[in-house]
């Protein structure tokens, strides 16, 4: 069989895409501008002055608190869609007073004072929806979920127990109250319950998962620095290793010089004329040791950050002078 051929006129021709479409190169302008100006933010809201380790724990703060701080315009517009002025008062209150916290925290610098206030905000806040929404019926509840999670990651392992336990036992409050039939007044409709229960479940997975996504940020934001801290503690240790290398040729040039014209002298191969500029020779690298011995020291400086610069006097023909007395002393 004879196979087709293509007419020569013919040819597939397809069109050229470009690396990059004009929106993305917007889109990544955009992105970087955003990160920019909250970057900026950020640096803004830290409390100046504090060590590596406040430091960090300051950046945790404000990260929870801005994540809390997300979610309180959405629900007070919540409640007062679905007629609840009273609790949108409360996440209002909450949101006033996370913004205060904020603003004390970087005049201030007491993190473990901002730390508690965002964790007992929170504790307040559920227990303010749960009392105005019906107690073990109220959506409320289920945001002590998030507890724990604040109270570690801001105060530590013993305050996350303790957050877990105050949890529990308002919640235990509510539901004993429930089967005692103790009848707590609800704001919502019933309408206006189930619409706040479907919100408020999407919201706390979704803040779930912001508070998670902060911390794992906040904690890999420090493995870097400790990595980092450990890259530049190993340049600065094998520098100390090539410094004292050097520093053994260096040691020994002037005693070499000072040994020779000691022999010398003690050999009587110096005329009498001659010894005082031996013994200058020697003086002068006695000196010279000195200095490098005293640079060695110096390390302890340097590495403690004490060191300091001096400005002082030199004769380059001094230098050449003993150079060339060294490697007289050693002919």
């Given at each position: 069989m004879r196979a087709r051929q293509r007419p020569p006129g013919l040819r597939c021709r397809f069109p050229r895409i470009p690396s990059r479409q004009p929106d993305e190169e917007n889109l990544n302008a955009f992105e970087a501008i955003i990160v920019r100006e909250f970057g900026r933010f950020w640096r803004w809201l830290r409390p100046p002055g504090l060590d590596p380790i406040a430091?960090?724990?300051?950046?945790?703060?404000?990260?929870?608190?801005?994540?809390?701080?997300?979610?309180?315009?959405?629900?007070?517009g919540i409640f007062l869609y679905c007629r609840a002025p009273v609790s949108a008062l409360v996440v209002g209150t909450a949101l006033?007073?996370?913004?205060?916290?904020?603003?004390?925290?970087?005049?201030?610098?007491?993190?473990?004072s901002?730390?508690?206030?965002?964790?007992?905000?929170?504790?307040?806040?559920?227990?303010?929806?749960?009392?105005?929404?019906?107690?073990?019926?109220?959506?409320?509840?289920?945001?002590?979920a998030t507890l724990p999670i604040i109270s570690v990651a801001l105060l530590g392992p013993r305050s996350g127990w303790w957050g877990w336990l105050l949890g529990a036992a308002i919640v235990t409050g509510f539901y004993l109250a429930s089967i005692n039939r103790v009848v707590i007044p609800c704001e919502l409709s019933v309408r206006g319950l189930h619409f706040v229960e479907y919100t408020g479940l999407l919201g706390l997975m979704l803040?779930?998962?912001?508070?998670?996504?902060?911390?794992?940020?906040?904690?890999?934001a420090a493995q870097r620095q400790i990595g980092e801290a450990l890259d530049h503690a190993m340049v600065a240790d094998?520098?100390?290793?090539?410094?004292?290398?050097n520093m053994s040729h260096e040691i020994?040039?002037?005693?070499?010089?000072?040994?020779?014209?000691?022999?010398?002298?003690?050999?009587?191969?110096?005329?009498?004329?001659?010894?005082?500029?031996?013994?200058?020779?020697?003086?002068?690298?006695?000196?010279?040791?000195?200095?490098?011995?005293?640079?060695?020291?110096?390390?302890?400086k340097i590495e403690s950050g004490q060191m300091t610069l001096e400005q002082?006097?030199?004769?380059?023909?001094?230098?050449?002078?003993?150079?060339?007395?060294?490697?007289?002393?050693?002919?």
């Open positions: 430091l960090r724990r300051a950046d945790r703060v404000l990260g929870f608190s801005l994540a809390l701080m997300g979610f309180c315009p959405l629900f007070v006033a007073t996370l913004l205060l916290n904020l603003l004390v925290l970087r005049r201030s610098g007491a993190v473990q901002a730390a508690l206030t965002v964790a007992v905000t929170a504790w307040l806040t559920y227990t303010g929806l749960a009392l105005l929404q019906g107690g073990h019926a109220s959506p409320g509840l289920m945001w002590y803040c779930t998962l912001a508070l998670t996504a902060t911390f794992n940020a906040m904690e890999a094998r520098t100390k290793g090539e410094f004292l290398a020994r040039t002037p005693l070499n010089a000072m040994l020779g014209f000691a022999e010398l002298l003690l050999d009587g191969a110096v005329e009498p004329d001659e010894a005082p500029d031996a013994l200058r020779t020697i003086k002068r690298n006695g000196e010279h040791l000195l200095r490098i011995i005293s640079d060695i020291l110096d390390l302890s002082l006097p030199c004769d380059p023909a001094g230098v050449i002078r003993d150079r060339t007395s060294c490697s007289t002393s050693r002919m």
